[in-house]
């Protein structure tokens, strides 16, 4: 029990392995093993997540060390609630590709699924630690994983990759400068450590550089914009299954560390009133916002009109960082919650009519909402989610942002927040008229589609379902997990 | 001027490394470029962390009977190495993975000039 | 106010969202899914029918559910506006699903399933704002009213359906995000979102801060309430089949955004604050040019349809200049009309569906000699008519009455004299109609009968209701009673 916060990177590391030993020998055991290793790691979260709403922060030093010597990991609200949202989506998302990747990329199950878990492994590792140096090991090891499971997709897939894998490390390396200078500084790399020691330097320009390098690399990382070119690209021509676990999880863990980095190791005051840092993130995401949505409008291929929503959403979330107030940073949080969902859903969607039709153009769709009613059940749902409609998710997240902007007497990032609703409803409507009010043309695929296999029908509808039932217990999430969270501002 | 930049030499290189890597990143055409500016890039970040931890005057961290445990300035401290070990495991994956990829597009395009990728991906 | 606990509201809303899941399983079996839609309609009229002696006594019945954001409850409570809003939707939409029967049946309409079921959801989204007990509620349904009506709107899939269905939701969404923001601004500096009556915003903030707060309501409810610039979705939703203009678009969603006002002006801001900061004033001047130019607008069209839209739109803006002059007469003509004006509406709205089912012609200029071949139907719509021009003995006269006396209450004796031009300009349009229909020759040979009895029972129904609440304006439901309630309270004593 005490093991719980290293319980859940290294079971799916672990399992990463294995599933790449076994899986060599017999092909047929990797998906097995994949789900049992990420079902390990999602109950271990979820057991996490119950303690620490019972006892407060639970730690756990490696190798017996105790900081600041050791490495600690630590199980606190904010990482709680991430591993469990992270190790969720992850689970449903291994559950919905094995259809898929039997269709589009036969052949390389075994390597799949074991980079798969070592991504997975990197980010929750990123998640649950609390120390510097280790959230760069465990941020090169979703990275890398990434890149080599993106790569393995389209024919445009590579090139896409390679650019990102450029910019991703420049990302990670100047994370890493970053860090250096907060050791060379503080001479210790346990964030709580640094927390303590940090007050009494602000005034020194190691510091100010130390800042300004992290949140330029957890940028990068995570697609702010103007720092955000290769998202789009990687998005698109990546394989289904692999884009609907990717999308949902991997910005936002960037998302992640830059609040851990604001609540955790920069205090607050720092970040917003002595370097207006947040102030810039604010600006950066409000502008971002808009910039995004509009592109979005302009995309007839579909998975790339949802990349454009994604840079949107991760946006919301900065949005929310920069405002550096309670409300601000719960919409921010919670954001991360359901857009893991709405987005989980909608590239699941994306995935399955390619499985049925093979089509991504959205001018093709027209007709599939009788067809696929269950998934565009789904998508509706989802869409609507998206625009802010109540009783969907999307609709409080929102309210709380707005609530945050009304706090801070910003009405400029009110006004973003709300009309970027509409230009979501823009390009979500359009494809809904897409596909619900145009009579299929005769001669393409749409006419013989059908629903998706129960296999990838089922965590379709698990996630829409999700989206609906989060919107209605919202309340209890904000109070129980985000509010403790927020409160340290 | 001079004498800073003498005392402070490996700052200064690293700095310039770094700026040379990064140029190379994003301004080269062809990619083997890039992947070269990036190595160079993370090679140059690796040696600004070994010139901030070289200690004048001390030893390799392992226990010395004569000089004794009393005085930590006498012994120089592995943490930045041992950190930068794992940055260089770091950057030869990364760079595996760049090499593979490029591996993949190479068997696609038969070019590895950016712009003739762009053109070609767009036939 | 004394509230006590009952699962009725609630019951109230749900209703029609059980019939909405019963009518989406019984797709395949028309009759049994027609009965889901009657069951539902009538059990709700019922729920809410037998909260009326509580309301009338004084007692509210009020349900206090979950928390949707950490200290503001999902609730919904019963008061005297709630359920005049609540009684007039829930009776109407029993007399329109007869007819909807009727009409779609008779033009063998496409995707009835749907069509019945998103009906029975935007009801549900219909009673949710009328028995809201706080602004978030309200908008939570408000959005979900929106939504819910927008397949309604489209529901013909042609082209220009899909093209009104986009410019219907640009207008209502771009009121609701404002919505969003000004709710926001509401709990922000009062840490409240409950309703009470005479407001209770209090003296917080600087006058253009208040001011400022109003003018984000304004365009949030204007919208629905199709107050002029924010009106032209209005006209252009009449693509939508004539049960859905008739139900939504005169009683359901442009009352919802007169509700709304009803609910800012009387139970967040308060009578006084209203004044204070010189938003009646604003608002007044708004309904009247409304008034105005939408009668004006309205005798230009040729389209029956969108003629009884401009008028729609007219006469929201009755509700609305009653509702800003802040005086008790004022409040009880205006609160009136919302009833008095849905009866009459609705009644001209199926007319109008029902020389369409059997004649197939929308233009007014066409409508000649209709009436000696279908004289009840062109009978009720004349009685409508004489109601909406404001002539005793129909309801319309009610509350026409009372406004005008609000305004001399008010001192503002200015629109007075537009009450009265307005209701020379509501017989320009509307009489005219009347005297093609009975006294000028029809040039088509075709000898057409009266429409089937599913459409000619409620809109007879409908003429009859004017004509009975305009003689009795207390009987059955007491709105009179009702009306003057919610005035007293807001208005405690005698307005301003």
Not at chain 1, 272 to 300: E, F, H, K
Not at chain 3, 25 to 42: A, Q, V
Not at chain 3, 101 to 111: A, H, P, Q, S, T
């Amino acid at each position: 029990m005490d093991q719980l916060p290293v319980i859940i990177p290294i079971s799916l590391l672990l399992f990463a392995f294995f599933t790449f030993l076994l899986g060599t020998v017999r092909r047929s055991l990797a998906y097995p093993l994949t789900l049992v290793g990420v079902a390990t790691s999602l109950i271990a979260s979820c057991l996490g997540l119950f303690r620490v709403l019972q006892y407060g922060a639970q730690h756990y030093y490696l190798g017996g060390w105790t900081p600041p010597l050791g490495i600690e990991y630590v199980l606190d609200h904010l990482s709680a609630f991430m591993a469990v949202i992270v190790t969720f989506i992850a689970f449903i998302s291994i559950i919905y590709s094995r259809r898929s990747f039997l269709q589009e990329v036969p052949g390389k199950i075994v390597p799949l699924y074991s980079l798969m878990l070592l991504l997975l492994a990197g980010l929750t590792g990123i998640i649950v630690t609390g120390d510097l140096f280790n959230l760069y090991v465990f941020l090169e090891i979703s990275s890398l994983a990434a890149y080599a499971v993106m790569a393995i997709g389209d024919d445009k897939a590579p090139i896409a990759v390679f650019r990102y894998v450029i910019i991703g490390t420049i990302g990670a390396c100047f994370y890493l400068l970053g860090v250096g200078f907060i050791y060379f500084a503080t001479g210790s790399l346990n964030m709580a450590d640094v927390a303590q020691i940090l007050p009494s330097l602000y005034g020194s320009r190691l510091i100010v550089v130390a800042a300004v390098f992290i949140v330029i690399g957890m940028a990068l990382k995570m697609a702010l914009f103007p720092l955000h070119m290769w998202l789009p690209d990687v998005y698109t021509y990546s394989p289904s299954a692999v884009i609907a676990l990717i999308a949902p999880i991997m910005t936002k863990v960037g998302a992640y560390v830059l609040i851990r980095m604001l609540i955790s190791v920069f205090l607050p005051n720092y970040l917003s009133n002595v370097l207006p840092v947040t102030l810039i993130i604010g600006w950066l995401a409000a502008i971002g916002i808009i910039v995004t949505s509009i592109m979005a409008i302009s995309q007839t291929d579909f998975r790339r009109m949802l990349a454009y929503s994604s840079l949107a959403q991760i946006s919301y979330v900065a949005l929310g960082i920069g405002l550096a107030n309670p409300m601000g940073l719960i919409g921010a949080m919670l954001h991360i919650l359901n857009h893991a969902f709405m987005k989980g859903c909608l590239f699941e969607v994306s995935g399955a009519i390619r499985y049925r039709t093979g089509l991504w153009q959205i001018p093709q769709f027209a007709g599939l909402g009788r067809k696929m009613r269950w998934t565009m059940g789904a998508f509706t749902v989802a869409a609507l989610s998206m625009v802010g409609i109540p009783p969907a998710c999307g609709f409080f997240s929102k309210w709380y942002l707005v609530l945050g902007c009304v706090d801070a007497s910003n009405w400029v990032f009110a006004a973003v927040v709300v009309a970027s609703s509409l230009l979501n409803a823009v390009y979500f409507f359009r494809v809904l008229e897409k596909v619900y009010m145009t009579p299929p043309d005769t001669d393409t695929a749409v006419v013989e589609a059908s629903d998706p296999p129960v296999g990838m029908l089922i965590p379709i509808l698990i996630l829409a379902g999700g989206i609906i039932i989060l919107g209605i217990v919202n309340a209890v999430i904000v109070t129980q997990i985000l509010e403790p969270v927020a409160s340290t501002l | 001027m001079l004498q800073t930049i003498l005392e402070h030499y490996p700052y200064y290189l690293s700095t310039a490394l770094i700026a040379i890597g990064i140029w190379g990143m994003l301004a080269k055409h062809n990619l083997m470029k890039k992947l070269i500016g990036m190595n160079i890039f993370q090679t140059a970040i690796i040696l600004l962390f070994i010139a901030s931890s070289v200690k004048f005057g001390a030893t390799i961290p392992t226990y010395e009977p004569a000089l004794g445990v009393d005085n930590p300035a006498l012994y120089a401290n592995p943490l930045p190495h041992v950190l930068m070990l794992t940055a260089i495991v770091v950057m030869v994956a990364t760079s595996g993975v760049a090499l593979a990829i490029l591996l993949l597009i190479y068997r696609r395009y038969h070019t590895l000039d950016e712009e003739e990728i762009m053109k070609r991906m767009r036939e | 106010m004394e509230t006590y606990f009952s699962l009725k509201p609630l019951i109230a809303v749900l209703v029609s969202l059980l019939s909405a899941l019963a009518i989406m399983l019984s797709g395949r079996r028309p009759n049994i899914r027609e009965l889901w839609t009657i069951l539902g309609s009538i059990t709700m009229f019922g729920v809410v029918f037998s909260m009326l002696p509580d309301v009338l006594s004084g007692k509210y019945p009020e349900i206090i559910l979950f928390n949707v954001s950490p200290g503001i409850p999902l609730s919904l409570r019963v008061d005297a506006a709630g359920i005049i809003f609540g009684l007039s939707a829930s009776l109407l939409w029993i007399i329109t699903s007869i007819y909807s029967i009727g009409y779609m049946r008779g033009l063998c309409e496409k995707k009835q399933t749907s069509y019945y079921t998103c009906f029975a959801l935007c009801l549900s989204a219909t009673m949710g704002i009328a028995f809201a007990a706080n602004l978030l509620t309200f908008v939570i349904f408000y959005e979900i009213l929106t939504v819910a009506t927008y397949p309604l709107v489209i529901h013909k899939e042609t082209p220009e359906a899909i093209q009104a269905g986009r410019k219907y939701l640009a207008y209502l969404l771009t009121g609701e995000v404002a919505l969003i923001v000004a709710i926001a601004l509401t709990y922000q500096l009062t840490g409240t979102m409950d309703f009470i009556p005479g407001g209770f915003l209090g003296d917080i903030a600087g006058q253009y801060h208040l001011l400022g707060l109003f003018a984000l309501f304004l365009i949030g409810f204007g919208m629905k309430s199709a107050v002029i610039p924010l009106h032209s979705w209005l006209p252009t939703a009449m693509i939508a089949p004539t049960p859905v203009s008739a139900l939504l678009h005169a009683v359901a969603v442009v009352k919802a955004g007169v509700f709304g006002f009803v609910r800012v002006i009387g139970f967040v801001f308060g009578p006084t604050l209203f004044h204070d900061i010189g938003a009646g004033n604003l608002l007044a001047i708004m309904a009247s040019i409304t008034i105005l130019v939408s009668s004006v607008l309205a005798m230009c069209q040729d389209n029956l349809k969108r003629r009884l839209a401009y008028s729609t739109v007219g006469h929201l803006s009755y509700i609305l200049l009653g509702i800003a002059l802040l005086s008790p007469a004022a409040w009880l003509g205006g609160l009136l009309h919302i009833v008095n004006h849905a009866a009459m509406k609705i009644t001209l709205f199926f007319c109008a569906g029902a020389i369409y089912a059997k004649t197939h012609c929308e233009k007014v200029s066409e409508l000649g000699g209709i009436g000696k071949q279908m004289p009840i139907t062109m009978g009720a719509f004349a009685l409508a008519s004489i109601g909406l021009v404001g002539m005793p003995p129909i309801n319309g006269f009610i509350s026409k009455w009372f406004l005008g006396q609000g305004t001399l209450e008010a001192e503002q004796g200015v629109y007075l004299i537009i009450l009265l031009l307005s209701s020379l300009l509501n017989a320009g349009y509307l009489f005219p109609i009347v005297r093609r229909a009975f006294f000028v020759q029809s040039n088509n040979r075709t000898k057409y009968a009266e429409a089937s009895a599913f459409l000619l029972v409620p809109l007879v129904f409908t003429a009859l209701l004017s004509l009975f609440l305009g003689l009795v304006p207390d009987g059955i439901f007491h709105f009179y009673h009702l009306a003057g309630d919610v005035a007293r309270g807001v208005l405690s004593g005698g307005g301003r």
